[in-house]
């Protein structure tokens, strides 16, 4: 989450398509210009494998860092360097320059706001894997609040010059990445530009290894997913009845029918796939009734195989038109 101290008075305009999400915009502002990648020098500071491994777990819980890709976070705790602080010592103070981005490793800390001549009051506290300190960098504007360390602290922290290169670039490269795959994806065909552009910016990578699960047959819907490289196949009780290679997607009709999961789907090769969650697939590809009626046939042959119940294919049609109500 974005700490109280980074916001400045009056941020600048973040970007101009407002279905954009604000947590998105904030790692992607206009006023940012970080040099290329293939101009600058990356930056790395030596760790054990041991420090490696607790850098990149605190990547797994920050928020800011959910657009990166598997390469973007290796780059990322490359780049970031401990600190560690005792209870009480101050991490940042109110009123001056940002020079480093936080990411909470061990420990906790607290954010104190200062009016005036009246005492500091406590507005936010931080836990493993929350940040602190991204706008102050972003927009060069002063420290909004003052952190100090609650217990024995340990952060992994960004300079400004390398948090904007690898958080701000990454993220637009990402992005425009996202936006050509999903050109060549059929299903998305009939969508704008912009709307292309809107859904990259709700997309996130998964990875997943030979023979893993990726969805497993009775649970909850909770995903629609988008094969980027690699093979996946889907088996109903035990029996193949779908292989996927890329730009194709699966996980659609447990979300549209509210149902838990009528097949296992499971990576044949090392796979990287694209994530849409329950609510975004709803607001965002509503607009799809054409295509997923098309693809209704081939779900009423799963019948007999037991993919989709006899009475799934009715169930459709009344979803599709609640989920173009919400896109309405």
């Known amino acids: 989450m974005e700490g109280v101290e980074e916001a400045p008075a009056k941020p600048p305009p973040l970007v101009k398509n407002k279905s954009r999400s604000r947590r998105r915009a904030s790692v992607s502002a206009e006023c940012c210009m970080p040099v290329p990648a293939e101009l600058r020098e990356k930056k790395v500071v030596p760790k054990d494998e041991a420090s490696k491994e607790r850098v990149k777990a ?58 005036g001549d009246e005492e500091p009051v406590l507005v936010k506290s931080y836990k493993h894997g929350d940040t602190f300190g991204e706008l102050a960098l972003l927009y060069n504007a002063p420290r909004a609040a003052t952190v100090k360390a609650e217990t024995e602290c340990v952060t992994w922290a960004m300079d400004r010059a390398t948090f904007r290169a690898i958080v701000v670039e990454s993220t637009q490269r990402t992005r425009q990445l996202h936006e050509q795959f999903l050109e060549d994806v059929p299903l998305l065909s009939s969508l704008t530009r912009d709307e292309r552009c809107a859904l990259a910016d709700v997309l996130s990578p998964e990875y997943f290894e030979e023979g ?59 796979c990287k796939l694209i994530s849409v969650d329950r609510v ?22 799963y019948v007999g195989q037991g993919l989709v119940s006899e009475g799934a294919a009715d169930e459709i049609d009344p979803e599709i038109e609640e989920l173009n109500d919400l896109h309405d």
């Open 58 to 115: 605190s990547l797994k819980d920050s928020i800011i860092f959910g657009s990166l890709d598997e390469e973007q976070c290796h780059e990322v705790i490359d780049a970031v360097e401990e600190k560690s602080y005792a209870p009480g010592e101050t991490i940042i103070n109110q009123g001056e320059e940002g020079d480093f981005f936080f990411i909470v490793d061990q420990g906790s800390a607290q954010a104190f706001l200062k009016s």
């Open 212 to 270: 893993a699960e990726i969805i497993k047959q009775g649970d909850e819907g909770t995903k629609f997913f988008i094969l980027e490289s690699g093979e996946v196949e889907a088996k109903a009780n035990g029996m193949s009845v779908m292989k996927y290679s890329r730009g194709d997607y699966f996980g659609e009709l447990a979300l549209l029918n509210n149902e838990p999961r009528k097949a296992d789907c499971i990576a044949q090769t090392r």
């Open 280 to 301: 975004s697939f709803k607001r965002m590809l509503g607009k799809l009734e054409g295509i997923l009626k098309r693809n209704m046939e081939e779900y009423v042959g």
